[in-house]
């Protein structure tokens, strides 16, 4: 579907996808190793990987730095590789940012901009910290199909958490360059003057001994200020981004690269150096692929360290280009629409933005076949690794700072009559100074996962999880197995709103239901056969 299609026939798409809610088994068309689908019973193991007891340390290969090198941790006989499932950490957050813009303006999000993670991703979780750094555990689910047995589905919840910021601002100092788009489309509502808004906020909220640059581009870039200490200098930052009108056409690449020339000239060692691209991405001049513009500043980033954080804005957005330059830039993104969200980034959220809990994170899940017939991670689907990449320390993973939460939700379907292990969640991940590599792994067994999802008294922040996917599943025109209907999702997301007391679920609600109103009476309900296999 083209980008920002969103007439008759995707709001007939959204309808077959959410109205009624759509049998799983109609979805089971494809068979074969990998994420692709869900996995065939005849590929069989001897044993799950990983090890027994939730949120327990595994040695990473190699590593004699703590007392859990023990014979008995180490991981059993490797799982069958159609049972492994293995993706880069994200925390990205924009997808649902920007389908909320969206949606309030009256327009269903284009199909290609939504990625259920980053839904789910959005929502706080209540998952328990780790003592220290590096990541907890917490894995478990629940049925969302009624009764059990052949044919029953549950969702798996793999929940990683990182501990918060220290109390007191005891973090490094940060080193920060903002690169601002002050290209023509940037004159738009909610663009160039919230971003200034923004910078003024965030001025406020950086320490003395923090710094900043600032880089302003449209056709060609420009540097406002070089890399200066906060402490006396907030006026002059100030003044800078006060100046800052909106001319000419886009040019990422030069600000992208201006800004990374700024970061080294003004790179800070034992500060968190960090490039931050405030934009609507709607790259129109110079060189607009987001591989070729980091081919040009990868030696910069890769030997000094320097992570890239953009903030999108706008109600049309280049979402693709900038999840890709974070995503290869070692960073994450996120969107803003308004006052408040620019708030929560740069304020409740700074220390996650700006600081590194763990480098080149990811996870990998090795079902139990001998108790799991098919299993589907939702989204993920532009961060998935190969599984034998897991532990190659070379291979791209994601960046995750403090505060932050990762949820995988996974559909998965039991063996008749199953009992015991289910699944190991493992994830790894390099220490941000030492680049030493770690590993902590968490198991589900059946009866974790054997309540009913939808239950008054069962658990509020996995039913918050649940409803995000389903509806960024339904706003992609795709559908999961026991999907509820649009009309269902919106009564359980109001219902939870109430329940959980949080305006971020109540926020969830209102989008839900514009998205019920702007898809009229174009409504369906899906059907077929079914196929072993994983599904596409």
Same mark, same amino acid.
């Given at each position: 579907?083209?980008?920002?299609?969103?007439?008759?026939?995707?709001?007939?798409?959204?309808?077959?996808?959410?109205?009624?809610?759509?049998?799983?088994?109609?979805?089971?068309?494809?068979?074969?190793?990998?994420?692709?689908?869900?996995?065939?019973?005849?590929?069989?193991?001897?044993?799950?990987?990983?090890?027994?007891?939730?949120?327990?340390?595994?040695?990473?290969?190699?590593?004699?730095?703590?007392?859990?090198?023990?014979?008995?941790?180490?991981?059993?006989?490797?799982?069958?590789?159609?049972?492994?499932?293995?993706?880069?950490?994200?925390?990205?957050?924009?997808?649902?940012?920007?389908?909320?813009?969206?949606?309030?303006?009256?327009?269903?999000?284009?199909?290609?901009?939504?990625?259920?993670?980053?839904?789910?991703?959005?929502?706080?979780?209540?998952?328990?910290?780790?003592?220290?750094?590096?990541?907890?555990?917490?894995?478990?689910?629940?049925?969302?199909?009624?009764?059990?047995?052949?044919?029953?589905?549950?969702?798996?919840?793999?929940?990683?958490?990182?501990?918060?910021?220290?109390?007191?601002?005891?973090?490094?100092?940060?080193?920060?360059?903002?690169?601002?788009?002050?290209?023509?489309?940037?004159?738009?509502?909610?663009?160039?003057?919230?971003?200034?808004?923004?910078?003024?906020?965030?001025?406020?909220?950086?320490?003395?001994?923090?710094?900043?640059?600032?880089?302003?581009?449209?056709?060609?870039?420009?540097?406002?200020?070089?890399?200066?200490?906060?402490?006396?200098?907030?006026?002059?930052?100030?003044?800078?981004?006060?100046?800052?009108?909106?001319?000419?056409?886009?040019?990422?690449?030069?600000?992208?690269?201006?800004?990374?020339?700024?970061?080294?000239?003004?790179?800070?060692?034992?500060?968190?150096?960090?490039?931050?691209?405030?934009?609507?991405?709607?790259?129109?001049?110079?060189?607009?692929?987001?591989?070729?513009?980091?081919?040009?500043?990868?030696?910069?980033?890769?030997?000094?360290?320097?992570?890239?954080?953009?903030?999108?804005?706008?109600?049309?957005?280049?979402?693709?280009?900038?999840?890709?330059?974070?995503?290869?830039?070692?960073?994450?993104?996120?969107?803003?629409?308004?006052?408040?969200?620019?708030?929560?980034?740069?304020?409740?959220?700074?220390?996650?933005?700006?600081?590194?809990?763990?480098?080149?994170?990811?996870?990998?899940?090795?079902?139990?076949?001998?108790?799991?017939?098919?299993?589907?991670?939702?989204?993920?689907?532009?961060?998935?690794?190969?599984?034998?990449?897991?532990?190659?320390?070379?291979? +791209? $993973?994601?960046?995750?700072?403090?505060?932050?939460? @990762?949820? /995988?939700?996974? *559909?998965?379907? #039991? !063996?008749?009559? &199953?009992?015991?292990?289910?699944?190991?969640?493992?994830?790894?991940?390099?220490?941000?100074?030492?680049?030493?590599?770690?590993?902590?792994?968490?198991?589900?067994?059946?009866?974790?996962?054997?309540?009913?999802?939808?239950?008054? +008294? $069962?658990?509020?922040?996995?039913?918050?999880?649940? @409803?995000? /996917?389903?509806? *960024?599943?339904? #706003? !992609?025109?795709? &559908?999961?197995?026991?999907?509820?209907?649009?009309?269902?999702?919106?009564?359980?997301?109001?219902?939870?709103?109430?329940?959980?007391?949080?305006?971020?679920?109540?926020?969830?609600?209102?989008?839900?239901?514009?998205?019920?109103?702007?898809?009229?009476?174009?409504?369906?309900?899906?059907?077929?056969?079914?196929?072993?296999?994983?599904?596409?």
């Amino acid at each position: 579907m083209e980008n920002r299609t969103h007439g008759r026939t995707y709001r007939r798409t959204l309808g077959l996808a959410l109205a009624g809610g759509m049998l799983g088994a109609a979805l089971l068309t494809g068979c074969g190793a990998g994420e692709s689908g869900y996995n065939s019973s005849e590929k069989r193991a001897d044993g799950p990987q990983g090890t027994s007891g939730g949120g327990q340390v595994v040695p990473a290969p190699g590593v004699e730095d703590d007392a859990s090198q023990k014979a008995e941790d180490r991981p059993e006989k490797p799982v069958a590789p159609d049972y492994l499932s293995t993706f880069a950490l994200d925390v990205d957050t924009a997808s649902y940012g920007y389908a909320r813009r969206k949606l309030g303006d009256g327009e269903l999000p284009g199909a290609e901009t939504v990625r259920p993670e980053e839904f789910v991703n959005s929502f706080r979780q209540g998952y328990r910290r780790p003592a220290g750094n590096g990541f907890s555990v917490t894995v478990d689910g629940a049925r969302t199909s009624e009764g059990s047995g052949a044919g029953g589905w549950s969702l798996v919840r793999v929940g990683l958490a990182t501990r918060v910021a220290d109390e007191g601002g005891k973090r490094p100092p940060a080193a920060l360059t903002f690169v601002v788009d002050i290209s023509g489309s940037m004159a738009g509502t909610g663009r160039l003057d919230l971003v200034k808004k923004s910078l003024s906020i965030l001025t406020d909220e950086l320490r003395d001994d923090d710094s900043v640059s600032l880089v302003t581009f449209s056709d060609q870039a420009k540097t406002l200020v070089p890399m200066t200490r906060l402490r006396d200098h907030r006026g002059k930052i100030r003044d800078a981004v006060d100046s800052m009108e909106p001319t000419d056409s886009t040019n990422v690449e030069a600000g992208v690269r201006r800004g990374y020339e700024e970061a080294v000239a003004g790179h800070c060692a034992g500060a968190n150096n960090r490039v931050v691209l405030l934009s609507d991405a709607l790259a129109n001049t110079g060189e607009t692929d987001a591989d070729a513009i980091l081919e040009r500043i990868d030696d910069a980033r890769r030997e000094y360290g320097i992570t890239l954080f953009g903030v999108g804005v706008g109600s049309d957005y280049g979402d693709a280009l900038m999840e890709r330059l974070t995503d290869r830039g070692d960073g994450h993104t996120t969107y803003i629409g308004d006052e408040t969200q620019a708030r929560k980034v740069f304020v409740d959220q700074l220390p996650a933005h700006i600081e590194l809990r763990a480098r080149d994170a990811k996870a990998q899940v090795a079902f139990d076949p001998k108790n799991v017939k098919q299993f589907k991670l939702i989204g993920y689907e532009n961060r998935k690794v190969a599984d034998d990449d897991f532990r190659d320390d070379s291979v +791209d $993973g994601g960046e995750v700072g403090p505060g932050h939460t @990762v949820t /995988a939700l996974y *559909a998965v379907r #039991l !063996r008749d009559g &199953a009992a015991g292990h289910v699944a190991t969640a493992t994830v790894r991940w390099l220490d941000p100074k030492t680049r030493t590599p770690h590993e902590r792994s968490g198991t589900v067994e059946t009866g974790a996962i054997d309540g009913s999802l939808w239950v008054d +008294d $069962g658990n509020k922040r996995l039913q918050v999880a649940a @409803v995000a /996917a389903y509806f *960024a599943e339904g #706003l !992609r025109g795709s &559908a999961l197995p026991d999907q509820p209907g649009i009309g269902e999702l919106s009564t359980r997301a109001a219902a939870l709103a109430v329940g959980t007391e949080d305006s971020s679920v109540r926020k969830l609600a209102t989008a839900i239901a514009q998205a019920d109103r702007l898809r009229g009476d174009d409504r369906g309900t899906g059907g077929g056969g079914e196929q072993e296999g994983e599904m596409g």
